[in-house]
């Protein structure tokens, strides 16, 4: 399948790319993009029903908190970045619910594990940035695919862009889920992401 076969073509996916094709910087916009490609595919494969709009949205938009304009003093990134999605949605025209859920799904992409039948959309975005940030099971996406995605969306140095956010938000918000990565040792795992050797 084609990689823009993954990509809704809806007014809100439009929208949403150019929300953050404005305020992340390339290494951030093309790990968005991959992060929605791993997640689409991922479920398409396992046969995982969910919104498509919604995950491209929130794919587009999960780490936007990390952006400084949009960065919290006080709540985590991935709260920040929730906040962000509903008044998106708001713009979109979308209900409250739809909205809300966006905002959920894109906080839940933090989680250790979410699970497929409460969130299937949280569910992919999770497993979407746990391989592009820190490698988490490669095998589960064919290396064909894998080495398609990172030729059309090239990881441009994230590795040490996203560790050196992560360490910026650990660093004023020591108790969020950043702040517990970066104590647990996140920056090894993330500079030792095997898609750093297949492409650069």
Same mark, same amino acid.
């Given at each position: 399948?084609?990689?823009?076969?993954?990509?809704?073509?809806?007014?809100?996916?439009?929208?949403?790319?150019?929300?953050?094709?404005?305020?992340?910087?390339?290494?951030?916009?093309?790990?968005? *993009?991959? =992060?929605? !490609?791993?997640?689409?595919?991922? &479920?398409?494969?396992?046969?995982?029903? $969910?919104?498509?709009?919604?995950?491209?949205?929130?794919?587009?938009?999960?780490?936007? &908190?990390?952006?400084? =304009?949009?960065?919290?003093?006080? +709540?985590?990134?991935?709260?920040?970045?929730?906040? =962000?999605?509903?008044?998106?949605?708001? &713009?979109?025209?979308?209900?409250?619910?739809?909205?809300?859920?966006?905002? @959920?799904?894109?906080?839940?992409?933090?989680?250790? @594990?979410?699970? +497929?039948?409460?969130?299937?959309?949280?569910?992919? *975005?999770?497993?979407?940035?746990?391989?592009?940030?820190?490698?988490?099971?490669?095998?589960?996406?064919?290396?064909?695919?894998?080495?398609?995605? *990172?030729?059309?969306?090239?990881?441009?140095?994230?590795? /040490? /862009? $996203? !560790?050196?956010?992560?360490? @910026?938000?650990?660093?004023?918000?020591?108790?969020?889920?950043?702040?517990?990565? =970066?104590?647990?040792?996140?920056?090894?795992?993330?500079?030792?992401?095997?898609?750093?050797?297949?492409?650069?």
């Amino acid at each position: 399948m084609p990689l823009d076969d993954l990509v809704p073509d809806t007014a809100a996916a439009t929208s949403a790319f150019e929300v953050a094709q404005a305020f992340h910087s390339a290494a951030l916009l093309n790990h968005c *993009l991959r =992060v929605h !490609l791993w997640a689409a595919e991922c &479920g398409r494969e396992r046969g995982i029903a $969910f919104d498509a709009e919604l995950l491209y949205v929130a794919a587009m938009l999960h780490d936007i &908190g990390l952006v400084p =304009v949009f960065d919290s003093a006080t +709540v985590p990134f991935e709260e920040a970045g929730g906040a =962000v999605a509903w008044v998106f949605g708001a &713009g979109a025209g979308w209900d409250v619910g739809r909205r809300r859920r966006t905002a @959920e799904v894109i906080v839940a992409h933090m989680a250790r @594990e979410v699970d +497929v039948e409460a969130d299937p959309e949280g569910h992919l *975005l999770e497993l979407g940035t746990g391989l592009d940030v820190s490698g988490r099971r490669p095998e589960d996406w064919p290396a064909d695919f894998r080495a398609e995605v *990172l030729d059309a969306h090239p990881r441009l140095g994230l590795a /040490e /862009e $996203f !560790l050196g956010c992560f360490t @910026e938000q650990a660093r004023r918000k020591p108790s969020s889920l950043a702040g517990q990565f =970066v104590a647990e040792g996140f920056a090894g795992r993330v500079r030792d992401n095997p898609l750093d050797r297949i492409r650069r």
